[in-house]
């Protein structure tokens, strides 16, 4: 395989992490809400989320910093994608107060 095509492939091999992560991370906090124990939740998400990401960045690298940061890149854009479609749509935001809204 040429370099470019395993670059491309660890870039979404990363997305796929990404997406894996930041999807089990909504997924918890949405679940540890109504949980008894949302401790539990959280640690035991955390604990398998890193364990299945670190692992994947491991295979995908290859021990080749390329692939390794083009993983990562990946993972960044899927952080950026999660994050913007899991804001509050703006008429549904807390308000705050008006000193803190114009605060310097």
Same mark, same amino acid.
């Not at 679940?31 to 994947?56: D, I, Y």
């Not at 479609?85 to 807390?94: A, G, K, V, W």
């Given at each position: @395989?040429?370099?470019? /095509?395993? /670059? ?7 997305? @796929? =992490?990404?997406? %894996?992560?930041?999807?089990g ?5 949405r ?9 539990l939740?959280?640690?035991?998400? /955390? =604990?398998?989320? @890193?364990?299945?990401? @670190?692992?994947?960045?491991? %295979? ?11 993983? /990562?890149?990946? %993972?960044v854009?899927? &952080? $950026?994608?999660?994050?913007? =479609? ?6 549904? $935001?807390p308000?705050?107060? $008006?000193?803190? &809204?114009?605060?310097?």
């Amino acid at each position: @395989m040429n370099d470019t /095509l395993t /670059l491309v492939l660890a870039g979404l091999a990363g997305a @796929m =992490l990404g997406a %894996f992560f930041f999807g089990g991370l909504w997924w918890t906090v949405r679940k540890s809400l109504a949980s008894a124990k949302p401790g539990l939740w959280v640690f035991g998400s /955390l =604990l398998l989320r @890193m364990g299945v990401t @670190m692992t994947g960045f491991y %295979f995908v690298s290859g021990g080749d910093w390329r692939r390794l940061l083009s993983c /990562l890149v990946g %993972f960044v854009i899927v &952080r $950026q994608l999660v994050t913007r =479609l899991t804001r509050f749509p703006e008429e549904n $935001q807390p308000r705050q107060p $008006q000193e803190a &809204r114009h605060a310097p």
